[in-house]
């Protein structure tokens, strides 16, 4: 098995975490063009449709996405502020819950 270097495991972490905000930002996008659009009805159905697939592709991205580089477990939810773990705005995620290896 390839054992990856700490540095590996860090810019990976890096890019994940990135990938993660992207996605988030695109998912506050759509919220702010259906509220800028909401006096076309037409308009804002098609796009609160394209919300509702995105946001389901956004979980399943999430749960894919949001994973230590190193032993391949999820970094939990949004919410859990016991490890600190959230790829928005509080990530203070040092190391990984699970195998502590240092992530950044
Ligand atoms: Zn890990």
Redesign the pocket.
């Known amino acids: 098995m390839n054992e990856k270097t700490d540095k590996q495991i860090k810019d990976e972490f890096t890019l994940r975490r990135m990938r993660q905000r992207i996605s988030y930002f695109i998912y506050l996008f759509l919220i702010l063009v259906i509220f800028l659009i909401r006096g076309n009805s037409n308009l804002a159905w098609a796009f609160i449709g394209v919300y509702v697939i995105y946001s389901l592709m956004y979980l399943v991205y999430f749960h894919w996405n949001w994973r230590?580089p190193?032993?391949n477990?999820h970094l939990d939810g949004f919410f859990n502020k016991k490890s600190g773990v959230n790829p928005f705005f509080h990530s203070k995620i040092v190391h990984?819950p699970?195998?502590e290896?240092l992530l950044r």
Do not use: P, R, T, V
Request: aromatic share 12%.
């Open positions: 230590c190193s032993c477990n990984c699970y195998c290896k």
